[in-house]
Every structure is written in C-alpha cells, then in structure tokens.
C-alpha cells in the first residue's frame, strides 16, 4: 500500500498518500516510506506534505539496507528541494547524510546515483569548474538501464545547466529539450517541473525570451511554492513587467525567496529613479545570491548594467564589450531586459549611451534611465521618427570616441548597410545636419580628413535604438506574453504600425514560430514551441 501510494504520488496524485500518512508507521521500512512520501510531497502540496527534517531521517543510519534505501529515496526528494530554494548548504547536508545511509550500496544501485546526482547538483551550484559531464552522462546511462526515469530526467537537466556553464548554449538545449520530452511522457510532475524550468533558462541563454516567456507563464500557473521563486527570478531576467510584484518574502523565506523579491527590488528601484533604494535591493541581491554561482553572476551583470557607478570591466568580456558599446549584442542575463513590451515602450529605451568630454562612453539598460535623469546632464530623447535614425548616429559617434569614425563605418553602424557615396551621400548629409540640430548646444559633429566625430561640450545620455529587438522579437514577446492576440492588438502594444506587424506575423508563421487561427472575421496568432507543452499537473484541476 505504502509502496503504491508513493508511485501514484509522484505522478501527481496525492489522496492515497495523504491517507497513508494518516496511519501510525508499524515498522522502520513503514516510516522511512512515510518520509519518503512527506519529501516527495512536499514538492506538489507543501502545505499538505510537511519536509521531513535530516534529524527524522538520521536514526535510520543503522537500519538495514532495504530501510536505509527508502530513506535515501527521501534525501532524494529533500536534494531536489534544496536546489529549488538556492539552499546550498542545505544541500551538502542533505548529501552528507544520504550518503551515510549507502555508503555499502553497489556503484550501479539507484541509491548511489541518487547519490552521485545530489554531489554534482552541489558542485553546480558551488560553481566548480570542474565538468563532470562524464560523470552524469554515466548516471544518465545507468539509470536508462535500470528503468530510473526521474533519475534520467534530473541528470538530463543538470547536464544542461553544466552545459550552460561550459557557455555551451546548443548542449544546454539538447540536453534540456530531452529532459523536458521525457518529463512530460512520464508524467512525473515535480522533475516536470525542474525539467520546463531549465528550458526556459535554455531558451533565454539562446537569446528567444519569448519562448521562454511562453514556458514560464505555464510554470507560474502550476508549480508548488517550492519552484514558483526560481520560475520568478528566470521571468523577471527574460523582462516580464508582471514578475515585478507581488513578493514578499517572510521571515523563514528561502534563499530562492529572497534573491526573487531582491531583484525584483532593483529592477524597480531603477525604474523609479531611487537610488538609495537601488542600493539597499542591490545589497540584499547579493546577499541572497553570493553562495549560487549562476544567480551572483546574474546579479552583478544586472547591476552593472543598470548601474553607471560601477565598473563593467571586472565582469565577463561579453557583457564589458556591450557596456562600452563595442557591441550590440547584449549578453544572455540581460537580453530579456533590453526588450520592453509594457505600456511605456513608445516613448522608453531599451538602452542609453552616457558620454562627457574626456570619458569612455558606457552603455546602460533603458530601464535605468530614471536613475541618469538624476546626474548633470544634457538628456537627449527618443525622436518621433520610427526608426530612430538621428539618435542611432548621435551614439554611433559617442561610442566612437575622439578618434571618429569615417564615412563609410559611421554609415554602416548607423544603417546596417554598407555605403555606397553615389546612392547614399545626399541621405547621410540630410541625417548629419538632423544629428546637430537634435545635439543643440551639448557638442557638434564635426567633419575633416575623412573622418566623422563627435566634440561633446557637456555629458550627454542618448538612446541607442540598436539595442532595440527587431520587430519579429517584439511581435513574439508579446505573443508570449499575452498567449493569444491578433495583429491590431500586437501592433499597439508593440507601438508599430498593423502593416509592420501583420508583415511579420505572417512571416513568422511561414517559417512555424507561431500559428495563426480564424477566429470570426480575425486571425488570432499564439507562439509555436515544438517542445514544451502545458505540465501535467494533477493538483492544477482540484484547486
């Protein structure tokens, strides 16, 4: 019966557990199920399933092996959870004592590489160096053998976030494109769970917010409470305004708890000009985030991003390379936040250039640009023009410096095109003269020896609409965001024209990115994911 319960239970029904738990346990194999159920729960029903602490599963260190096995099946469950809450030392606890419970258990025995899984879900999160994707792939085979489809899964999903590590973005896919897959076919909702969480990480490592918009929406519609902060730190770093309220972590609240609300915290202190507030939220992100290897390093690209007081050369050479404005690309964590769909996007930026006479120029997030209007200097706006063609060249030239640029390059930074003087000439001279009267008194262009230059008489912030998405991006952010639209109500949320948008409605439902469907006398469009679907979610349909 016990035995039973637990497999119905992981497969998301919870009433036979529920009703075993209710019993007294007669005998040691009896209790160390009953823990095992009470993990294993605890990550569907926490309110229903309470934890087991290591000290109820501690006495059963000397218990024979067949107990002993079943109490390491519930430090299985406690590992999983731990990881969930950014508990690291939660974790290596809960390592340290599964594995006093087997340490006589064969290599190749589901106990040991539950075992060996909780050692390289710790050195992740440790952040050490060290690929073990060997070691996992070994896991990954052996428990394939065995029939261990949760074991497959959750050494699926690791190998993806070890692949993330490497900077390997298409291993990180395929690995979490398979866990995925499998989750949903077993139906094991808690490893579902964790496997959609890490491919909507992988779909933003690939730089596609929207798909992974698309899966966390589902996410935060299904999971238990020990997921959901997880789910909210990966939606507010893929941009979505709606992930900004609603947390408020209590005393006892998580690691994953407190770096969520942190976060959220920075992002609308920066959006809210406060500077003070910017710190205090700075200080209790990184707080929350220092012993998580993934989650510090996210945080410092944020801050840095949004914050000009602080020094982008002692972060990643990717992200160092956007802030200078020596690219255009914006690094994995901070993509989602270059790319605004709320009600303000008409009129914000997604990024800003900040030059003074004598300064290397820096490049922030849009969303900081409350935090400038604060400092001495002249505030460049965002033009009526749709295309942003005078301010693109104003931080073209910003970002070049006192050494210029010629014709030729400025050209080709400003239109993506290259300069051809008999068709382009007359078009280039109209913008240049546009560019000096847009800088009014703050500097001038000036022009000589086949150069093009920007002398700056006082600090400027101008937007950079080339970190703006291509229309296709913003078309599909809001798809994902809003799940079903037609192109008239894409078109005002995303401030373009319906032509514009039906263009590339159209073009991305030839090319299967999204489905188009008739609905009366519209077509309502939906984002298309060849992997994901919705979770499997027992409990979803009896609340």
């Known amino acids: 019966m016990t035995e039973r319960a637990y497999a119905a239970l992981i497969r998301g029904t919870l009433d036979d557990a529920a009703l075993v738990l209710s019993r007294p346990a007669p005998t040691a194999l009896e209790h160390a199920w009953s823990l095992a159920l009470r993990a294993a729960g605890s990550l569907l029903d926490p309110e229903a399933f309470a934890p087991p602490s290591l000290d109820e599963i501690a006495p059963h260190r000397v218990a024979p092996f067949e107990v002993r096995a079943v109490a390491a099946l519930a430090c299985a469950h406690l590992a999983r959870r731990a990881v969930l809450g950014f508990a690291c030392e939660e974790l290596e606890r809960v390592v340290a004592l599964h594995g006093a419970l087997v340490p006589d258990a064969p290599e190749s025995s589901e106990p040991r590489l539950w075992l060996a899984l909780g050692h390289a879900w710790s050195a992740w999160m440790r952040g050490d160096p060290r690929d073990d994707d060997t070691s996992l792939a070994a896991i990954e085979r052996l428990a394939r053998e065995a029939g261990g489809a949760p074991l497959v899964i959750d050494a699926g999903t690791l190998r993806a976030l070890r692949a993330e590590s490497r900077g390997d973005v298409t291993s990180m896919l395929a690995h979490a494109r398979r866990a995925s897959r499998m989750a949903r076919t077993e139906a094991l909702p808690a490893h579902e769970h964790l496997a959609h969480l890490v491919l909507a990480r992988?779909?933003?490592?690939?730089?596609?917010?929207?798909?992974?918009?698309?899966?966390?929406?589902?996410?935060?519609?299904?999971?238990?409470?020990?997921?959901?902060?997880?789910?909210?730190?990966?939606?507010?770093?893929?941009?979505?305004?709606?992930?900004?309220?609603?947390?408020?972590?209590?005393?006892?609240?998580?690691r994953a708890e407190r770096?969520?609300?942190?976060?959220?915290?920075?992002?609308?202190?920066?959006?809210?000009?406060?500077?003070?507030?910017?710190?205090?939220?700075?200080?209790?992100?990184?707080?929350?985030?220092?012993?998580?290897?993934?989650?510090?390093?996210?945080?410092?690209?944020?801050?840095?991003?949004?914050?000009?007081?602080?020094?982008?050369?002692?972060?990643?050479?990717?992200?160092?390379?956007?802030?200078?404005?020596?690219?255009?690309?914006?690094?994995?964590?901070?993509?989602?936040?270059?790319?605004?769909?709320?009600?303000?996007?008409?009129?914000?930026?997604?990024?800003?250039?900040?030059?003074?006479?004598?300064?290397?120029?820096?490049?922030?997030?849009?969303?900081?640009?409350?935090?400038?209007?604060?400092?001495?200097?002249?505030?460049?706006?965002?033009?009526?023009?749709?295309?942003?063609?005078?301010?693109?060249?104003?931080?073209?030239?910003?970002?070049?410096?006192?050494?210029?640029?010629?014709?030729?390059?400025?050209?080709?930074?400003?239109?993506?095109?290259?300069?051809?003087?008999?068709?382009?000439?007359?078009?280039?001279?109209?913008?240049v003269t546009r560019a000096r009267l847009y800088l009014e008194s703050a500097g001038e262009i000036v022009r000589g020896q086949g150069l093009i230059t920007l002398r700056l008489r006082a600090p400027i912030a101008v937007p950079d609409p080339r970190?703006?998405?291509?229309?296709?991006?913003?078309?599909?952010?809001?798809?994902?965001?809003?799940?079903?639209?037609?192109?008239?109500?894409?078109?005002?949320?995303?401030?373009?024209?319906?032509?514009?948008?039906?263009?590339?409605?159209?073009?991305?439902?030839?090319?299967?990115?999204?489905?188009?469907?008739?609905?009366g006398r519209q077509i309502v469009y939906a984002v298309e994911d060849t992997t994901f679907s919705e979770p499997t979610y027992l409990l979803a349909r009896r609340s």
């Open 259 to 431: 770096g969520a609300a942190a976060l959220a915290a920075v992002l609308r202190a920066a959006t809210a000009g406060e500077e003070a507030a910017l710190d205090r939220a700075a200080h209790a992100l990184f707080d929350a985030a220092a012993p998580i290897a993934f989650a510090a390093r996210e945080a410092r690209q944020v801050m840095v991003a949004l914050d000009a007081r602080l020094d982008p050369r002692a972060e990643d050479p990717e992200l160092a390379a956007w802030c200078s404005g020596e690219t255009l690309t914006a690094p994995p964590s901070i993509h989602g936040l270059c790319m605004r769909i709320d009600a303000e996007s008409r009129d914000a930026s997604e990024a800003i250039v900040l030059a003074a006479p004598g300064a290397s120029p820096r490049r922030v997030l849009g969303a900081a640009g409350p935090l400038i209007a604060h400092h001495a200097r002249v505030h460049l706006r965002k033009t009526l023009r749709r295309r942003g063609r005078v301010e693109t060249l104003v931080a073209v030239l910003a970002c070049a410096g006192p050494e210029g640029l010629t014709d030729a390059e400025c050209f080709l930074r400003t239109y993506e095109m290259p300069y051809d003087a008999v068709v382009h000439r007359g078009v280039f001279e109209v913008l």
């Open 202 to 254: 992988a779909r933003r490592s690939a730089r596609h917010p929207h798909l992974a918009l698309r899966i966390l929406g589902a996410l935060e519609r299904f999971v238990a409470e020990p997921c959901r902060p997880w789910v909210r730190w990966e939606r507010l770093l893929a941009g979505d305004p709606e992930a900004l309220e609603g947390m408020r972590p209590g005393p006892d609240a998580t």
């Open 467 to 519: 970190c703006a998405a291509p229309i296709h991006d913003r078309v599909l952010r809001v798809l994902a965001h809003d799940g079903r639209v037609t192109a008239s109500d894409a078109a005002k949320r995303v401030g373009l024209s319906l032509r514009a948008v039906q263009q590339a409605l159209r073009s991305l439902a030839e090319d299967g990115v999204c489905v188009g469907e008739k609905e």
